[in-house]
Every structure is written in C-alpha cells, then in structure tokens.
C-alpha cells in the first residue's frame, strides 16, 4: 500500500540529547514537510523538502535539522537547542506541482515527543 | 501575511444533523488553495476536500461540501448527515501562491475546530 510511515510512535528525549524522527513515503512524491503541533492548536512549518538534496526552513526551524539524500526519506532531527520539543510531530508529503492540478498534502501517523 | 481563522473552538451537533464550520482567511494572492482537514483523536491528518480559488464551483466529496465565498474570504466547511464517527477536529489549511512557479506548496494552517456528534 502507498502511503507514510513515520517512526516511533512514541519518544523520549532526555535533556541535552538530540534525537531523530523518521520519515518515509512510497508515493514517489517530490515535496516533503514536517509539522509540529501544540496540544490544542494547529500546525507549524518547521522544515521542507521540494527536491532531493535542497530544503528549506519554515517558521519555526530553531533547534531542528534536516536532511532529504533519497527521495522517500526526509528525517528530523531535534537537537539539544530546542528548549521546548515536547510536541506532537507530523511528516507530509505533496505529488510534483502541475498547473490545474489538485495538490494535496497526505500526512503520516505522526511521532509523540516527550521530554524526560 | 497569510491568516487562516477559525473562530468556533467547539461545535456539537446531532447525529443525522447538518453542521458548517467556519474558516475565513487572508491574503493578498490571487491564486491560492484552500483545504480541509479532520484529525481524530488518534492524531492522523485525514485530507476531507479541496477547493482552488480559481473555481467556479464549490467543491463537494460524499458528505462534506465546502461553502466558497471569495468575496468574504471565506470557506466553511458542511458535513451533512454527521456521524459518531465525525466527532473530531477539523482544520481549514490555505496553500498561497497556488499554481504557481514560486509555490512551495506550504500550507498555512488555523486553530481548528472540535466537532462532538451527539447520538
């Protein structure tokens, strides 16, 4: 089944360790995303991905990271430099941009981060 | 800048019942998308409709219908006939600069909305 996996589910950071989010889609989509959301509210842009190789900061990209060597991988990494993490992480991933098509972005499951 | 706004924090509805939820929005782009989103209490993104601000007419999926007011810059979302299973959040997403060269295809998201369907 076509789709994205995103990896765990669940993770614990300790204070000072950085840790990374795993990303993977099978849609041979070009774009990819990641979101973070706060208890309660919408989404936030953290990074993105239009290429293989090039990515982008969104709003809120202090204390992250990314990287985008395949084009079905796109994973996140929090470093020790995000004093907050404790957030609910969303990956998406959006099919090439053509004119007078629909561009839909589908999401993963989402990984629950939570600081110890 | 780019705004979406969803003023109802949380809605109840009867079951079989219609319910719109509001969303406005801001920017000065001309072509833009507009998207809605449910999120279960499991915390998936479940694409529900699309609408693109070049279109003539609104777009509908099964039970839900969007209610596209460029004027108002305003695109609410109807769920007809709701369900148990329509208890959920809901958001309205923009996509600015759509069809374009300089689209990144970001999209900028609103608050959200509760629905909670009452049997």
């Known amino acids: 089944d076509g789709g994205i996996t995103q990896s765990p589910k669940y993770l614990f950071r300790k204070e000072g360790q950085n840790v990374t989010l795993s990303c993977e889609q099978n849609?041979?989509?070009?774009?990819m995303y990641w979101y973070r959301q706060d208890p309660g509210q919408g989404l936030r842009l953290i990074y993105y991905?239009?290429?293989?190789?090039?990515?982008q900061k969104g709003d809120i990209a202090e204390g992250y990271s990314v990287s985008r060597e395949k084009k079905e991988s796109f994973p996140l990494t929090v470093t020790s430099a995000q004093k907050n993490p404790t957030a609910f992480y969303l990956c998406?991933?959006?099919?090439?941009?053509?004119?007078?098509?629909?561009?839909?972005?589908?999401f993963g499951p989402g990984t629950r981060l939570l600081v110890l | 800048a780019q705004k979406i706004t969803q003023t109802q924090p949380g809605m109840f509805v009867q079951e079989k019942e219609a319910v719109t939820l509001d969303c406005t929005y801001d920017?000065?782009?001309?072509?833009?998308?507009l998207f809605w989103y449910k999120q279960p209490s499991s915390g998936e993104m479940i694409f529900l409709i699309y609408q693109g601000s070049y279109d003539e007419q609104n777009a509908t999926e099964g039970r839900y219908s969007l209610n596209f007011q460029k004027a108002r810059k305003s695109a609410n979302l109807v769920i007809s006939a709701s369900q148990l299973g329509d208890s959920a959040m809901y958001f309205c997403a923009m996509s600015p600069f759509f069809l374009r060269s300089s689209n990144t295809g970001k999209l900028i998201f609103g608050q959200g909305t509760t629905l909670q369907v009452k049997p």
């Open positions: 991905s239009q290429i293989v190789n090039d990515f």
């Open positions: 849609l041979n989509h070009d774009a």
């Open positions: 920017t000065s782009d001309q072509s833009y998308g």
């Open positions: 998406a991933s959006r099919g090439e941009v053509a004119s007078g098509e629909k561009e839909t972005q589908y």
